[in-house]
């Protein structure tokens, strides 16, 4: 876990602004869902072979029996709610965004916690693939909208029930002779799920991996022309994509297209390029936890990992809101005034700075430098009973007293010059 400190915020909401933005543009609609679900719902949806379910699930059981689990992703809570609450019913395709915290077992590491938050947009209830091309424009768009350069969308199509089977047997057939140079991890996948051996990171199993027969050219005649046309929508976008022919995401409910956007800077030395978006199609996901086979295609982004790449990459974000004026007062009499004088500037929309906790003018003013503020307001004990105020140009040092009333009018004629 780690906490996001007020230097960071400036980040967050940037990006968090950027995705509504983006969402609302695109149609996409809220919805909140639980942090907590049904372990149950994550063993059917994201699926029990997975790293996400057999390693990184914070689960706990109730006084009641009950299984929970913290959720480490978005889509599986989100198409429950799809079903749950009839949004079968509504006119197609529904379009749903979510932005929040996923919780993850994850190693201790720079860059990895074990709560961090996503950006989601989830669409149901469509099977073309001008839907798949537009999940990917929405993010790739996002990122761009963030000043990201070198964009790059890297895109597979692993198939469906229709074709996956056959692949299935023919990559089975080709590990078996290799099975004792695969990792540990490898070996187990290589008896349960088969394809998740196409995911591995390992070292080990790379050139496995780079010599393995691609799902890509056993596609049934479906499944390759939705591909086909997903890339022939990208092409009129004009988006830059490649085809990695072993992409297959690390979730069992990918069908058809599955996608992640990266950002490749060679200012970082000729670093590996850096995944910030990952998704895909998922037509199967709605019956696998009980409900019925929902078209649907979407993607998750997170958002810690965007904001370490902002700023690996020299984009700065302005932290708070400039102040170009600072308020201070001398006297209990004065305090009192400038509570008042500080509510009439916040309803003008003017940030003021002020240290009310501070009795001393030199140690105000002193802030007030700091602050590197145009104006300093002057309340002080005569000040308060003549129901005026001192306005002080802090770059040349002129002043002038002006009545409490004309305050707020004086300072914003000044700030507009």
């Known amino acids: 876990m780690h906490d996001i400190l007020p230097e960071d915020q400036s980040y967050f909401q940037k990006v968090y602004r ?174 349960e799920n088969p394809l998740r051996v196409l995911d591995c990171k390992e070292e080990k199993c790379q050139p496995i991996k780079a010599q393995a027969p691609q799902i890509i050219d056993h596609l049934c005649e479906e499944c390759h022309n939705h591909f086909k046309e997903v890339l022939e929508f990208l092409d009129e976008l004009g988006l830059p994509y490649r085809l990695n022919p072993y992409l297959v995401r690390g979730l069992d409910y990918y069908t058809k297209t599955v996608f992640e956007i990266f950002v490749e800077n060679p200012a970082l030395g000729g670093s590996l390029p850096v995944a910030l978006v990952g998704g895909g199609r998922y037509d199967n996901l709605g019956k696998v936890i009980g409900g019925r086979d929902i078209s649907a295609c979407g993607g998750a982004a997170g958002i810690e990992r965007i904001i370490e790449e902002m700023k690996n990459s020299g984009l700065r974000i302005s932290g708070e809101v400039k102040r170009n004026v600072f308020l201070a007062q001398v006297g209990n009499l004065a305090k009192k005034k400038s509570l008042k004088l500080f509510e009439e500037f916040r309803q003008a929309k003017i940030p003021l700075a002020e240290s009310l906790s501070k009795d001393s003018l030199k140690v105000q003013l002193a802030r007030a430098d700091r602050l590197q503020v145009r104006y300093a307001l002057i309340l002080g004990q005569k000040e308060a009973l003549e129901k005026t105020v001192i306005l002080r140009d802090m770059k040349d040092g002129t002043q002038a007293t002006v009545k409490l009333e004309k305050a707020v009018h004086e300072v914003k004629k000044r700030l507009k010059k």
Not at 144 to 161: C, D, Q, T
């Open 18 to 191: 950027t995705a509504e933005s983006l969402a609302s543009f695109y149609g996409f609609e809220k919805i909140d869902t639980p942090i907590m679900e049904f372990l149950e719902l994550y063993e059917k949806g994201t699926g029990l072979t997975t790293d996400i379910v057999e390693k990184q699930m914070f689960s706990l059981k109730t006084k009641g029996g009950d299984i929970l689990a913290l959720r480490p992703e978005f889509t599986p809570g989100v198409m429950r709610a799809f079903l749950q609450h009839g949004m079968t019913n509504l006119p197609q395709p529904v379009k749903l965004y979510s932005i929040g915290p996923v919780f993850r077992y994850e190693s201790p590491q720079a860059g990895r916690f074990r709560q961090f938050h996503q950006v989601n947009l989830e669409v149901f209830g469509e099977k073309s693939p001008a839907i798949d091309s537009q999940v990917i424009q929405a993010f790739y768009n996002f990122l761009a909208e963030l000043k990201f350069k070198n964009l790059v969308v890297e895109i597979n199509s692993i198939g469906a029930s229709c074709c996956r089977p056959y692949f299935k047997k023919i990559l089975i057939s080709y590990l078996r002779s290799r099975f004792n140079s695969l990792c540990l991890d490898c070996k187990r996948r290589a008896r």
